[in-house]
């Protein structure tokens, strides 16, 4: 027996004095109900505070949608990893409502590349894309063939305004740059130097590390008269990355490393272990298991928390409403700019679904 809310469509149409197939033309907008059947009715569902099941509805027209999400490849990336799982819990809540979520992965490069991916999306017939776009001129590239085809498309984690995309869900970097500048900055002296530190990933091609690179050095600039930044670009785990680490720990001038990206910040934080230098001020990105660990033992002075998992989950839940409902997507969506130290970690963690 059919039911709106509490109470069954037989029931509404007793109150209100008509028939059920009226009370189900009125609630599914089929017409031909005179003016005082419809007041009637509509005077039942207030008094009762009546609120469609828009999902329902959507079944109900037999609506199926296919979602494809495309990020860069998460195996032994914890930060692209989170993001997956993020994809696999939509993927798990919008599949009994006749959502399809198809994940593709990414790499700078080759077959693989976001442009030959974004290809084979396309040849899949997609309703809509969310994607994190990472290398600007492939990503404006694989863009604009989705406009060709009049796919939306949804950003999450790296902006590109310019792309035009229904809304961009993640994090003002920038901002969070400048932020990441201030903390550095504390209680440090004008003539002390730090270090910007990309690694993985070439800042001149991924824009999420120039925007955080830029808010960093902006911030020294408009707070000291001199400033003493070094930027290195370092290939995760090769030998120059750690003749790079070990050369910076050997100057004393140094007291701060900024890391831009999540997974090689512990990598850092043990050669600072070892290096028995505790006047140096590390701070990078996310509450990744390794970072944990070195946050809690102080090694880590501050990480700002990105969320992954929550911008590809809701990233998706836009882009789903979107196509089922025709909801518009926010513009931008920006999340804050969490600071987790080794004396809030623990609340913090408890207090928030990752």
Same mark, same amino acid.
């Given at each position: 027996?059919?039911?709106?809310?509490?109470?069954? /469509?037989?029931?509404?149409?007793?109150?209100?004095?008509?028939?059920?197939?009226?009370?189900?033309?009125?609630? &599914?907008?089929?017409?031909?109900?005179?003016?005082?059947? =419809?007041?009637? %009715?509509?005077?039942?569902?207030?008094? /009762?505070?009546?609120? @469609?099941? #828009?999902?329902?509805?959507? #079944?109900? *027209?037999?609506?199926?949608?296919?979602?494809?999400?495309?990020?860069?490849?998460?195996?032994?990336? @914890?930060?692209?990893?989170?993001?997956?799982?993020?994809?696999?819990?939509?993927?798990?809540?919008?599949?009994?409502?006749?959502?399809?979520?198809?994940?593709?992965? =990414?790499?700078?490069?080759?077959?693989?590349? /976001? $442009?030959?991916?974004?290809? *084979?999306?396309?040849?899949?017939? @997609?309703?809509?894309?969310?994607?994190?776009?990472?290398? &600007?001129?492939?990503?404006?590239?694989? %863009?604009?063939?989705?406009?060709?085809?009049? /796919?939306?498309?949804? #950003?999450?984690?790296?902006?590109?305004?310019?792309?035009?995309?229904?809304?961009?869900?993640?994090?003002?970097? =920038?901002?969070?740059?400048?932020?990441?500048?201030?903390?550095?900055? #504390?209680?440090?002296?004008?003539?002390?130097?730090?270090?910007?530190?990309?690694?993985? $990933?070439?800042?001149?091609?991924?824009?999420?590390?120039?925007?955080?690179?830029?808010?960093?050095?902006?911030?020294?600039?408009?707070?000291?008269? &001199? &400033?003493?930044?070094?930027?290195?670009?370092?290939?995760?785990?090769?030998?120059?990355?750690?003749?790079?680490?070990?050369?910076?720990?050997?100057?004393?001038?140094?007291?701060?490393?900024?890391?831009?990206?999540?997974?090689?910040?512990?990598?850092?934080?043990?050669?600072?272990?070892?290096?028995?230098? *505790?006047?140096?001020?590390?701070?990078?990105?996310?509450?990744?298991?390794?970072?944990?660990?070195?946050?809690?033992?102080?090694?880590?002075?501050?990480?700002?928390?990105?969320?992954?998992?929550?911008?590809?989950?809701?990233?998706?839940?836009?882009?789903?409403?979107?196509?089922?409902?025709?909801?518009?997507?926010?513009?931008?969506?920006?999340? @804050?700019?969490?600071?987790?130290?080794?004396?809030?970690?623990?609340?913090?963690?408890?207090?928030?679904?990752?």
């Amino acid at each position: 027996m059919k039911r709106e809310g509490n109470l069954r /469509i037989k029931d509404i149409a007793r109150l209100a004095g008509v028939s059920e197939g009226t009370v189900d033309r009125v609630l &599914h907008n089929r017409g031909n109900v005179s003016d005082s059947s =419809y007041a009637k %009715v509509n005077e039942v569902l207030n008094k /009762i505070n009546y609120k @469609p099941n #828009l999902i329902a509805r959507s #079944l109900g *027209r037999g609506l199926k949608k296919k979602v494809a999400v495309l990020i860069i490849e998460p195996k032994d990336d @914890p930060y692209w990893n989170a993001a997956y799982t993020g994809i696999i819990q939509a993927k798990d809540e919008w599949q009994q409502y006749g959502v399809t979520i198809d994940t593709y992965f =990414y790499l700078h490069d080759g077959e693989a590349s /976001i $442009e030959n991916v974004v290809r *084979r999306i396309i040849t899949s017939n @997609p309703d809509g894309v969310v994607l994190a776009p990472l290398f &600007h001129i492939q990503a404006l590239h694989a %863009v604009e063939a989705l406009k060709e085809n009049q /796919i939306p498309y949804v #950003l999450f984690n790296a902006n590109i305004p310019e792309s035009e995309p229904l809304g961009f869900i993640g994090q003002n970097l =920038y901002q969070s740059g400048k932020l990441a500048g201030f903390l550095c900055s #504390l209680g440090q002296h004008q003539d002390d130097c730090y270090a910007i530190l990309s690694v993985g $990933e070439d800042t001149k091609e991924s824009v999420y590390l120039m925007e955080k690179e830029r808010g960093f050095r902006e911030f020294y600039m408009s707070n000291f008269s &001199h &400033h003493d930044i070094n930027s290195y670009v370092l290939e995760m785990g090769t030998p120059g990355f750690y003749d790079c680490i070990e050369y910076l720990l050997s100057d004393r001038k140094l007291k701060g490393i900024y890391v831009t990206t999540s997974n090689a910040t512990p990598m850092i934080a043990e050669k600072i272990c070892h290096s028995k230098r *505790r006047d140096i001020r590390l701070i990078g990105y996310d509450l990744l298991e390794d970072n944990l660990k070195y946050l809690e033992e102080g090694i880590i002075s501050f990480l700002i928390s990105q969320n992954p998992k929550k911008q590809a989950f809701r990233g998706i839940g836009y882009m789903v409403n979107y196509l089922l409902f025709n909801k518009e997507v926010p513009r931008l969506d920006l999340f @804050p700019l969490e600071i987790i130290t080794q004396h809030n970690v623990d609340s913090y963690i408890d207090s928030t679904v990752h």
